[in-house]
């Protein structure tokens, strides 16, 4: 899901009847298991932070496709100039229709450039959403520099939380939050975690942070053995194998090593080459303070080395399994 790239989010406005159908109460959980949707980074007594939408699309296919028809034009411009550079009379008799063909060429380059590959190159490796208990503050990450980091206070009437749709596909759902002025305009819009294809998805996230706000950490889960950490956000190429073998899903999964290798590869290289370009979100100093955890926190979770790391311990493995099998009942 793209959305908010193409197309736009839209601001200075008023909510939608859709939006108002879709907002997420807090005291609203539809009696559905807390689960972080694989959005979790941190976790500890003080605050939950969440990747947001745009992680899980990093690099991928739209990324992936611009990079390889961008560097195709290039290479058949390249191939036109030294054919016409050979030929009789040089460039300067073939100038008309190598100008008009660098034109498409290089017009088409800045609009994939303009499009996509600028909001997901040389930008940030995410851009994370930290809930903080204690300050009773939500955190929303932009960028480094001043004034980076949208702060709002936990159930302010200026933070709207609900699902969101997909602009391309309908059928994607996130968790999406508008802040509002006074007038009840939208002003800026933030994603929290991945985007799934079921509102109960979503919903189980949801139910998730606000007993998190609500509760506490002791009583976020409703089994021991969900109290793990799935995702790594580092972009190591083990980490980008394992998010394409998720996107690409469970029917191709017995075939990443056969037959769709060459994809599973190419979509691997080009998260992992994307990342590269990019750079590790970091929360203001004061902020930090405001975020600090006791080095003996009892609900802190350890943080995974690569994704999935604790699935190796078969009772968490298995219960993710019963986990997953029971959202393919309401899938």
């Known amino acids: 899901m793209l959305t908010g790239w193409y197309p736009a989010f839209k601001y200075r406005r008023a909510l939608s009847p859709d939006e108002l159908a879709r907002e997420l109460p807090q005291n609203d959980t539809r009696n559905l298991s807390p689960d972080d949707a694989l959005g979790l980074v941190r976790f500890n007594s003080t605050f939950m932070e969440f990747v947001d939408r745009t992680f899980k699309s990093k690099g991928m296919v739209a990324t992936l496709s611009a990079i390889v028809i961008s560097s195709l034009l290039l290479f058949g411009l390249s191939a036109l100039l030294v054919k016409a550079h050979k030929m009789p009379g040089g460039l300067i008799a073939e100038a008309i229709p190598v100008a008009i063909v660098a034109a498409v060429v290089l017009g088409a380059m800045a609009i994939f450039w303009t499009l996509h590959l600028k909001r997901d190159l040389f930008q940030y490796t995410h851009y994370p959403v930290r809930f903080n208990r204690v300050t009773r503050k939500v955190y929303f990450f932009r960028h480094n520099g001043p004034g980076g980091v949208v702060v709002m206070p936990w159930g302010s009437p200026h ?4 699902i969101g749709r997909g602009g391309q596909d309908p059928n994607l759902r996130d968790l999406r939050c508008h802040l509002l002025d006074r007038h ?5 819009t933030f994603t929290i975690g991945h985007f799934w294809n079921h509102d109960d998805d979503i919903r ?6 606000c007993r998190y706000m609500k509760d506490g950490p002791e009583h976020c889960f409703d089994d021991p053995l969900d109290r793990v950490i799935t ?8 980490n980008c194998w394992m998010l394409v073998c998720l996107m690409m899903g469970t029917t191709l999964f017995p075939l990443r090593y056969t037959l769709m290798f060459p994809i599973y590869g190419a979509l691997t290289l080009s998260r992992w080459l994307t990342f590269k370009t990019c750079r590790a979100p970091v929360f203001p100093p004061e902020l930090e303070a405001e975020c600090a955890i006791a080095p003996d926190d009892p609900y802190a979770l350890p943080e995974p080395r690569f994704m999935a790391e604790f699935a190796s311990d078969p009772a968490i493995y298995a219960r993710a399994l019963q986990r997953h099998r029971e959202r393919m009942l309401w899938r």
Do not use: D, Y
Not at 159 to 162: L, M, T
Not at 184 to 188: C, D, S
Not at 204 to 209: N, S, V
Not at 231 to 238: N, V
């Open 159 to 162: 933070a709207f939380f609900h």
């Open 231 to 238: 995702l790594s956000p580092k972009g190591t190429l083990r």
């Open 204 to 209: 189980e996230q949801w139910a998730l942070i």
């Open 184 to 188: 009840r305009q939208v002003q800026q």
